[in-house]
């Protein structure tokens, strides 16, 4: 499975931004996908994460209210809708694929910037 994630940029604080996640290759859709963001000088940190079927979605508390993540199989694209932006929401984003909810994800896309300006 192959990843690309696009959608970042920069916005002021309170604005919105949606982040897209595409995959290539067989059976998307039996994959949990996950959005996790690094910001300079911290660790890697897990946002949300959405199961194969789209059934169910975790978040991070820092994030409950503000993001979505959802997906369209048919499409093999995973989505992050970022509302109510912050500064400390500035990093770079990155969507990440696991064979299921309990197992490590183990492809990663490329990462896509979100800068979020006071």
């Known amino acids: 499975v192959q990843l690309q994630a696009s959608g970042g940029g920069l916005v002021q604080t309170g604005g919105s931004l949606r982040l897209s996640c595409a995959a290539s290759?067989?059976?998307?859709?039996?994959?949990?996908m996950g959005w996790f963001r690094q910001a300079p000088g911290k660790e890697r940190d897990f946002v949300a994460a959405i199961t194969g079927s789209g059934s169910s979605t975790y978040y991070t508390d820092s994030v409950k209210g503000r993001f979505t993540i959802s997906r369209d199989n048919a499409k093999n694209t995973v989505y992050l809708q970022m509302n109510g932006l912050k500064p400390a929401d500035t990093a770079v984003y990155y969507c990440?694929?696991?064979?299921?909810?309990?197992?490590?994800?183990?492809?990663w896309g490329q990462g896509t910037q979100v800068t979020v300006s006071s």
């Open positions: 990440a694929a696991a064979r299921s909810l309990a197992s490590d994800y183990v492809y």
């Open positions: 290759g067989r059976a998307f859709n039996s994959y949990t």
